[in-house]
């Protein structure tokens, strides 16, 4: 069984013009959300294989607070170009090419590459907010077999959910 967990990342800060989009930081609700989100996951998942982010700033600290709550296994996040600003298509391509040996993943990105690829994997149409957390159960042992409603959506959280 393979374990994908797409994480968007947390609200970005909009208030210096000069930056460009991907080099914007997380802004204050932002980086309220991302620990508690991590946190919750991490009760949730004792065990992640891997953490690949988007190299975007709001992504990149998105992914950072994932990464520290599962020091144990001494995570470190590892950065594709390829997230940033992809299509579904390309998404899945990230997807399909994983280690097999990988069986839990984390996933850190942007909308709407994320919602729109959790309604092609799952059937299920997701509106994704800001550090929502979409976890996806494929009854595959290889990466490369997942398609199109393959997939099982397994939780959905978000920072507003009342647990």
């Given at each position: 069984?393979?374990?994908?967990?797409?994480?968007?990342?947390?609200?970005?800060?909009?208030?210096?013009?000069s930056?460009?989009?991907?080099d914007?930081?997380?802004?204050?609700?932002?980086?309220?959300?991302?620990?508690?989100?991590?946190?919750?996951?991490v009760?949730?998942?004792?065990?992640?294989?891997?953490?690949?982010?988007?190299?975007?700033?709001r992504a990149?600290?998105?992914?950072?607070?994932?990464?520290?709550?599962?020091?144990?296994?001494?995570?470190?996040?590892?950065?594709?170009?390829?997230?940033y600003?992809?299509?579904?298509?390309?998404l899945?391509?990230?997807?399909?090419?994983?280690?097999?040996?990988l069986?839990?993943v984390?996933?850190?990105?942007?909308?709407?590459?994320?919602?729109?690829?959790?309604?092609?994997?799952?059937?299920?149409?997701?509106?994704?907010?800001?550090?929502?957390?979409?976890e996806?159960?494929?009854?595959?042992?290889d990466w490369?077999?997942?398609?199109?409603?393959?997939?099982?959506?397994?939780?959905?959280?978000?920072?507003?959910?009342?647990?």
């Amino acid at each position: 069984m393979k374990r994908l967990i797409l994480i968007r990342h947390a609200k970005s800060d909009w208030a210096d013009p000069s930056l460009k989009d991907f080099d914007r930081p997380l802004n204050a609700r932002g980086l309220r959300d991302a620990p508690k989100m991590s946190e919750r996951l991490v009760i949730a998942h004792k065990s992640i294989d891997a953490i690949i982010s988007s190299p975007a700033q709001r992504a990149k600290s998105t992914a950072a607070f994932f990464a520290n709550v599962y020091l144990d296994k001494k995570l470190k996040v590892q950065f594709e170009p390829r997230i940033y600003d992809a299509s579904i298509f390309q998404l899945f391509g990230i997807v399909t090419e994983l280690d097999s040996e990988l069986d839990t993943v984390i996933l850190v990105g942007h909308n709407p590459g994320f919602s729109e690829l959790t309604t092609y994997l799952c059937g299920v149409h997701i509106q994704m907010p800001t550090c929502a957390v979409a976890e996806l159960v494929f009854e595959v042992d290889d990466w490369k077999l997942i398609s199109a409603n393959s997939g099982r959506l397994v939780g959905f959280d978000y920072p507003k959910k009342e647990i």
